[in-house]
């Protein structure tokens, strides 16, 4: 059974970090484009990072210098690291597989 489970989403304050992790099963991790979208309420799902399985990664402006994804093959998971967080980066965040495979989404709040 294909999964991606997410974990590491909570609260935090404005200028703080986060390390979002998502585990996954069923598929062949090593040559899945893997990446990280979220959702704000009223908003559309976006992009915020994506990695390849050559490892090459793209980040939405919004995010670049402050977020970082990363991936191991050998445990199947891809991370991202969030850091000098923001009030506009609350949403929550899903977890993406190439195949359109998604996870069920972890809440990431940030305060003012």
């Known amino acids: 059974q294909v999964q991606l489970v997410e974990s590491g989403g909570g609260l935090v304050q404005t200028g703080g970090s986060l390390r979002l992790s998502c585990a996954a099963s069923g598929i062949i991790f090593s040559i899945y484009n893997m990446g990280w979208y979220r959702q704000a309420p009223g908003k559309q799902r976006e992009l915020v990072a994506k990695i390849t399985s050559i490892s090459t990664t793209n980040y939405a402006d919004s995010v670049k210098g402050r977020f970082t994804i990363s991936r191991d093959n050998a445990k199947k998971t891809v991370d991202l690291q969030m850091n000098n967080l923001k009030p506009e980066d609350t949403a929550v965040y899903y977890c993406?597989?190439?195949?359109?495979?998604w996870g069920q989404g972890t809440q990431v709040t940030v305060s003012s």
């Open positions: 993406w597989g190439s195949g359109d495979i």
